[in-house]
């Protein structure tokens, strides 16, 4: 009993009120600078690094680079860190990557090639391995309710009956339903408009995707493959029909057509690791509670040639994270360390899909109970095209959609240290951006997580190869980095957790 009231006087008389400045903090926060801001980005998002994409060469030298700051800070590894199904390092926490592309599945008929994006292409690829068939069963979307469809065909084609509401996709997860079962594995949609679809999808189709490899097993479902009208006419002159009699024929009866049919699978895919990287500072006597400071150091990578460097998107986060470690294991050696522990984390994959983040809430290091909070930073080393010249406001979402305390934390700690506008706008349900699914804190929000989430907004080098270091407002990135800092030093330090909604 004495002991705890000896704890409890101490931290009366040593803790200053959270609505009151902290001389303590401030002496920290003094650390932050633009200098050395400036210093970390100008390195990051340097061609040299070649746009850091996700798994490839250029994201591995920013991992290293960050490892390197870490270690120069006296931040330790993090404990047990092979147990904890990280890297031997005790840094990184590596990710198994998927790098897809179309067109492995090719197309013969009737002992002809045909060309992927010329006479047929694809969205998802199911269909894993080779397939023959000597027939093709035909039907019309009339038949696609399932009374005619019989069974026993591997492969089905859907003719397009020029009726804007029942061709192509429109029906498509019913159907697939219905031929569930039947023994048919591809389904081939005809559609009187398949080029100029190949044209409008043609970049987006042959473009890479990437994907979290977490199955050995191949994704199962129907293979649909889009066709031209002229393959199809290739198909139907097998059983001698043309388009107008096959759609009347398949309409009322069973069609099967006598034609042979191949599918041959050599995959395109890759497999790719990405590295989240991890500095752990444990705190005192609530060190078994986590207090996360996420941005992500990828980017886009190269483009026709042009290095995206991602000065703002997320240089800017990321090098506001290496600021924030800094001072708070400076802090911690000087013995004014985080009652909580924290976890200052660059992830990667952000820009595939949030994939870095996702890998560490489905694998986390720290039990995701024990996280009270994540505060995520997402491009705040410019202005947006509605405030212009101002240097005065960020963004700041979902301070409040989990714990309404937490977005009154923020708010105490800019009225006291910072005094930025703070913009609500993408916080609304409304917003038609839907930016508060868009970064890394999300993958922590639908776990439970409270947290805040701080961006300057879209401008007009988003995503462009024009994003580059002499276009960052640094005065800006470091006032909107200790909004960041004090925000994490009080939920950090107080006595109780911000409380969920």
């Known amino acids: 009993m004495t002991r705890v009231f000896f704890v409890c006087l101490v931290l009366t008389l040593f803790v200053p009120a959270f609505g ?8 920290y926060a003094a650390t932050i600078t633009q200098a050395e801001l400036r210093t970390h980005l100008t390195i990051l998002a340097s061609d040299e690094f070649e746009g850091r994409e996700t798994g490839m060469k250029g994201e591995k030298m920013a991992a290293a680079y960050i490892v390197d700051q870490f270690k120069s800070y006296g931040i330790p590894p993090v404990p047990q860190a092979e147990e904890r199904g990280m890297m031997a390092d005790g840094y990184r926490q590596q990710f198994p990557l998927i790098w897809s592309k179309m067109g492995g599945l090719k197309l013969d008929v009737d002992g ?34 399932g009374t005619r469809l019989g069974g026993g065909s591997k492969v089905v084609m859907m003719l397009d009956d020029g009726n804007e509401s029942t061709n192509l996709f429109s029906n498509l997860k019913s159907l697939a339903k219905t031929l569930t079962g039947t023994g048919t594995e591809v389904l081939l949609l005809v559609n009187d408009n398949a080029r100029a679809l190949m044209a409008s999808y043609g970049q987006l189709v042959n473009q890479r995707h990437m994907r979290l490899d977490e199955t050995t ?18 198909i139907l002159d097998r059983g001698h029909l043309n388009m107008k009699k096959a759609l009347k024929t398949a309409g009322n009866k069973r069609v099967v057509v006598k034609v042979p049919i191949k599918f041959t699978y050599n995959t395109l895919n890759e497999r790719l690791t990405g590295e989240n990287v991890l500095g752990y500072i444990e705190g005192s006597d609530l060190k078994d509670e986590l207090v996360v400071v996420t941005a992500h150091y990828d980017h886009i990578g190269v483009i026709d040639g042009e290095v995206h460097n991602g000065a703002d998107d997320d240089g800017s986060g990321t090098v506001a994270v290496l600021a924030m470690a800094q001072a708070f294991a400076k802090a911690k050696a000087e013995g004014h360390g985080p009652r909580r522990s924290m976890l200052f984390m660059t992830v990667s994959g952000e820009e595939k899909g949030l994939l870095g983040s996702e890998w560490y809430t489905d694998h986390p290091v720290f039990p995701l109970d024990h996280t009270v909070a994540d505060l995520n930073i997402d491009m705040i080393g410019r202005v947006d095209t509605v405030y212009g010249d101002s240097s005065s406001y960020v963004y700041v979402i979902g301070s409040k959609r989990i714990s309404s305390e937490l977005g009154g934390i923020i708010e105490q700690q800019n009225a006291l240290y910072t005094k930025l506008d703070l913009d609500y706008t993408f916080d609304a349900d409304s917003d038609p ?21 701080f961006f300057n907004g879209v401008h007009e080098d988003y995503h462009g190869p024009f994003d580059e270091v002499d276009k960052i407002r640094f005065d800006l990135l470091r006032k909107r980095a200790l909004l960041v800092f004090h925000s994490a030093w009080v939920v950090a330090n107080r006595n109780g957790r911000p409380k969920v909604d």
């Open 20 to 27: 009151q400045v902290d001389s303590t903090a401030l002496r």
């Open 112 to 145: 002809r090639e045909r060309a992927f994006m010329e006479d047929y292409f694809y969205f998802n690829e199911y269909l894993k391995q080779g397939l023959e068939a000597s027939e093709v069963m035909v039907i019309t979307p009339v038949t696609a309710g």
């Open 217 to 234: 097993e191949a994704p199962s479902g129907l293979q649909v493959v889009v066709i031209t009208p002229e393959l199809a006419q290739t």
């Open 433 to 453: 951006n839907r930016f508060y699914f868009r970064s890394d804190h999300y993958n922590f929000a639908k776990h439970g997580i409270p947290i805040a989430f």
